[in-house]
């Protein structure tokens, strides 16, 4: 069966270190992966997504990206923090391009202080 | 991408059937319309999805009209644990981008 892994769960950073979240999916090839984050109390804001290795689209312009340098890892990253970065990360898969069932991770809970 | 429009939030009773009704008025030829669930601190779990006219599984029921502009998530005799945010997604075979709306917050009350 496929499943997805995110880690950590959460993570306190000071502002200006450099962050760096990993999600890894199982049990499938070739998945189009997702990056998305979620302020307390508000919907889910599309960052990145790949459809293949080394395939990255932004959605939003920011302080983070993003990389894919195996089929079944998406890593996410900044170079330097800043307090609004803050927010609940979830990284997610799907397998084929008709079937619009994501999977989600259990998400990173990221707080910049 | 077609865009969704949903109610901000509803309140509901147990034991009640609530109907979440979602607008997407340039859904293309080749999308599906996928509802979501999301609980606090946790990532949306799909709930179902749909193409045209009625859908059901053992948790929701999914009503599509003929034109699909829009489309009616049902849940039966919600309980307090069905207390979340549920969002509609439209996209198919033209795009790889999933774009989740603001989502329908609901409060099932005792």
């Known amino acids: 069966s496929q499943t997805i892994h995110q880690w950590p769960a959460t993570l306190v950073q000071p502002v200006g270190s450099p962050l760096s979240l990993e999600c890894t999916v199982e049990g499938t090839s070739n998945p189009n992966l997702y990056w998305y984050r979620q302020a307390a109390g508000r919907g889910l804001q599309l960052l990145f997504y790949?459809?293949?290795?080394?395939?990255i689209s932004s959605e939003v312009p920011q302080n983070l990206s993003a990389s894919r340098p195996q089929d079944r890892q998406f890593i996410l990253s900044s170079k330097k923090l800043l307090l609004s970065d803050s927010g609940f990360y979830l990284c997610a898969w799907i397998s084929g391009v008709m079937n619009t069932e994501a999977f989600f991770g259990q998400g990173t809970r990221l707080t910049v202080v | 991408l077609a865009k969704t429009t949903q109610p901000i939030s509803m309140d509901s009773y147990e034991g009640q059937e609530v109907n979440i009704t979602c607008s997407h008025n340039n859904i293309a030829t080749n999308d599906y319309i996928t509802w979501y669930q999301q609980f606090p601190s946790q990532g949306p779990r799909f709930i179902i999805q749909?193409?045209?006219t009625k859908v059901t599984n053992e948790v929701a029921s999914l009503f599509i009209p003929a034109d699909r502009k829009s489309s009616t998530l049902s849940l039966p005799r919600v309980s307090l644990s069905d207390t979340a945010v549920y969002y509609c997604l439209v996209g198919g075979s033209n795009t790889d981008k999933l774009i989740f709306g603001t989502g329908t917050r609901l409060q099932v009350f005792p």
């Open positions: 749909g193409y045209k």
């Open positions: 790949s459809v293949g290795i080394g395939q």
